[in-house]
């Protein structure tokens, strides 16, 4: 069960069967949505099928291992974030920040989700994390921060060790594993550790540039 995205309702798949509901999607023989008409609630499928609506949510789906790939955010060395993660593999430190890319901070970022806790406990220490590195720079007068590359390796390299001895690695089955062999989306811990972790950062492991 641990190998794919746990459903925690025994009535929303049964819920899809219901005569109120219409699935529409690009799998197999399905339709898929094509646009949504100009100034209406109705969206036109591929096929041609028009649907009108009550409400549209846009939700991010489940491109569970596409970490912001979707913007262009170009780092130090002028490559684009998002080639450098298809290319590369995700690899970033505690899921926060990334190596060549100075004063870029995230929450919720590869390696931080959870399939155990709350992910509220994980925000709230990335952002414990986040705010002493900009206090820092601010009373310093610090131009800015960077990860040190090797920092980032060996956090990555003791990560993917400690995910090898779970249930989540299974190489056919594992919806958490990416294309290139990596587990990049779950921690390999305790919430109670990665709390530890970013209870205080080390400035010593970071480049630092002044004004």
């Given at each position: 069960m641990g190998l794919k995205r746990i459903c925690l309702s025994n009535e929303y798949l049964s819920s899809l069967d219901n005569d109120n509901v219409e699935i529409i999607c690009k799998i197999n023989d399905f339709d898929e949505i094509d646009h949504i008409v100009?100034?209406?609630n109705i969206i036109k499928t591929k096929k041609g099928k028009e649907i009108e609506l009550d409400c549209?949510?846009?939700?991010?789906?489940?491109?569970?291992h596409g970490h912001d790939t979707k913007m262009d955010i170009y780092g130090n060395k002028g490559i684009n974030y998002k080639d450098l993660m298809m290319k590369s593999g995700v690899k970033t430190y505690l899921g926060i920040m990334t190596h060549s890319y100075p004063n870029l901070f995230g929450l919720l970022g590869p390696n931080t989700g959870l399939g155990h806790n709350s992910i509220i406990v994980m925000i709230e220490a990335q952002c414990n994390w986040i705010l002493q590195c900009i206090e820092?720079?601010?009373?310093?007068?610090?131009?800015e921060i960077d990860i040190k590359k090797d920092v980032q390796q060996k956090w990555n390299v003791k990560l993917q060790k400690q995910l090898k001895r779970m249930v989540?690695?299974?190489k056919e089955r594992s919806w958490y594993k990416s294309e290139k062999g990596d587990i990049d989306t779950l921690y390999g811990w305790t919430t109670l550790y990665y709390m530890w972790e970013t209870w205080k950062p080390n400035f010593n492991q970071f480049i630092v540039k002044l004004p």
């Open positions: 100009s100034n209406s549209i949510i846009y939700c991010t789906g489940y491109d569970v820092k720079m601010m009373l310093n007068n610090w131009k989540w690695d299974d």
